[in-house]
DNA sequence: AGCTGGTCTGAAAGCGATTTCAGATCTGTC
DNA sequence: GACAGATCTGAAATCGCTTTCAGACCAGCT
């Protein structure tokens, strides 16, 4: 890089074999170990290295090794506790293998996620693509590109491409089983981000859920507490006995509202919320939900990006089951 | 970058200036808009980038540009929700300059921070170390090398750094003033990693607190609601009548375990947090805590790297205030 | 018609590493 | 002592892009 006022001069490979007396060729052997190197040269080789401070490239090694040592992460919602959790076991598995991890965000708005996935492509050895809203034409677009890339989180039908995902489907479905169980017959689910298919997975528990008893109405919501706060007052003019969040965020908020009306639960209706995210923790509210390894989930992620990178293996797309946590906020049904 | 087998063949510009019988030279004029380019030819050049689906390697453009594009970050902990939030302002002030941002992660162990920052300057244009723990003499010769770089709540005196900074100090003083008009006189501190910044200033408001008639003592503790929570023994046999918490985390886990033992909140003892999280949100814990607009912070670290990026600005540092939420865990000294 | 000056374009020289290739040196045999 | 082969080293090509530089072209002027 050109040197700019104020800045450090840039030492580069050539200075360094300059001031160790051997050619660019043998510093980078040394450094790298790709070539046995006479001792006296290394040593000297070291030397200048470390006199002159001098640090290669991250740039010019990526052009001349065609590798950038990089993954690219993109995530819908960085404020969401659900992918720092995931993000951070990423890195480490990214790390472990010696590559950076580039972080974008869509902000939850599918129009931009196309270029943010384009731009990662540029400047990164493989992409992992966290639950996509994108339609499904674009994201096969993208998969046609044969860049390594790894979807976590959204399924797409008929497209062969590697991806882990949690079973929110067979999650839901325990959440049912549970209700059901505990003798409620009809439940308000408040449903999230309608595009999504983290959605649709849960919503096609549903159809199931009838089998055993437990009729599900759908309520428009969305993906925040916020959302599940405003959402309540329409669930409960539904007349049911139980609610269910597209989240936990979705229940807390839920719950919150209820508590503030003097609703008592579990006496007089059921909460369940979904993911189990970590804030149970600190909260406290205790409440009943489904979880998943988030840690793991990240971990293996990485694995099967890294392994793509090496192998090229394209995986089977590999379900996470989720685990039921019965807490305080699920009861009997009141009409039992 | 060579092609892999099994990838898709790399679009290089010459391959476009190829295809529209133009050089390479006039690509990337009409791809950057550094020249007026024939209207005819800059036509040819579009077509042909669309047919070929052309994408610039942005390795190659880094290293003839001299800049990579990129902003690099450095937090202790992602999976601490503080951070989330500010990596999602900057990552937004990034993108706006036409940036990326690649995140590293400590996990807080100061050990390895300083090749990570090293790692990071090696590709990336500047770099945000958000609340470094690294000793003060590493941190002083990473300034040294001229290399972009803002402090985010971390002072380090007679270092000209550019940071932004929270005013912990003001915060920690400010909650002991609440505590003192509330007739409190004795209350411990549950403290956060020893070696931190952001601790020795809670620290070091205590000195003033005497003078309002506060005497604060301080628990060894951490930075999570684990530690909290385990740490809550301790400061009850300590004769006193509030618990201020190193952050909400430790609050929250203090006010869990107070809870368990039956122990009210406020009556017996205040609990006060620290950085309002915005847990609360959810958990609706109602802590008392201080508060500071973290996507505010987010977004005017990311400023301040663009601007010394741009200009080379050598800023003062900045420190953004906090401000007091009494909620419903604060209240009158039981012994008044 | 001949110059001057301004636009637009392409050839070529970087950017800073890696890697190939060929030459130099050194071993160990015959 | 000479030769084959194995080691080690450096010169140069390469990665894909930007940017300088100089030449080609055209218009407007004297």
Redesign the pocket.
Known sequence: ??NRPGRAP??????VSRAA?????????V??G?????A??TDRVHQAVASLG????A???G????EWGTIGVLVPDLANPYFPDVLKAVSAVARSHGRRMMVMESDEDPAVEHDLVEDLMRCCDGVLLCSPRMPRSELAELAGRKHPMVLFNRIVPGLAVPSISVDFHGGMTQVCGHLAQLGHRRAAYLSGPSASWANAERLRAFEAARAFGLEVEVVECGATSEAGYDAVGAALSLDVTAILGYNDLVALGALARMRELGIAVPAAYSVVGFDDISLERVAHSNLTTVSVPRDELGRRAGELLEQLLVNGDDAEPTYVPMKLQVRDTSGPSPRN
């Open positions: 890089m050109p840039r030492v580069t490979i050539s200075d007396g051997v050619s660019a060729a043998t510093v980078s052997r450094l790298n790709t070539a046995r190197v006479d006296a040269l001098y640090r290669p490239n740039a010019a090694q052009l001349a090794r065609g």
